[in-house]
């Protein structure tokens, strides 16, 4: 498996932008498709994004496409967010996750970063 150390979270105003990164290290050939995942306070986890390790097909939550870009750099073993036109409603804690298989769940779990959007 793999072990996640989030970055990049902070304080913006609505309209604002912020790049979050994730590094990945450890078993990094093992790993199906990267995620990110995000939980508001008081609200369950919710998914955000999700992209192929070996692949650029990427799928996204409907409430941030077209503002949200997810993208990877396998040689620096980096998973990004790229989040723009940002909203108050896009507060929350922010977590890049792992899968391994088709199919399968999001297994490995970074610690989170922060993003809090002021209106």
Not at 36 to 65: H, L, M, N
């Amino acid at each position: 498996q793999v072990q996640l150390v989030e970055s990049g979270g902070g304080l913006v105003q609505a309209g604002g932008s912020l790049r979050l990164s994730c590094a990945v290290s450890g078993r990094t050939f093992t790993i199906n498709a990267m995620g990110w995942f995000r939980q508001a306070p008081g609200k369950e986890r919710e998914f955000v994004a999700r992209i192929r390790w070996s692949a650029d097909i990427t799928y996204y939550a409907d409430s941030v496409k077209g503002r949200f870009t997810i993208s990877r750099d396998n040689a620096k073993n980096m998973l990004y967010l790229q989040m723009n036109s940002l909203k108050p409603e896009d507060t929350a804690v922010y977590y890049c996750a792992a899968r391994y298989s088709d199919y399968d769940v999001f297994r490995s779990w970074g610690q989170g970063t922060q993003v809090t959007v002021s209106s």
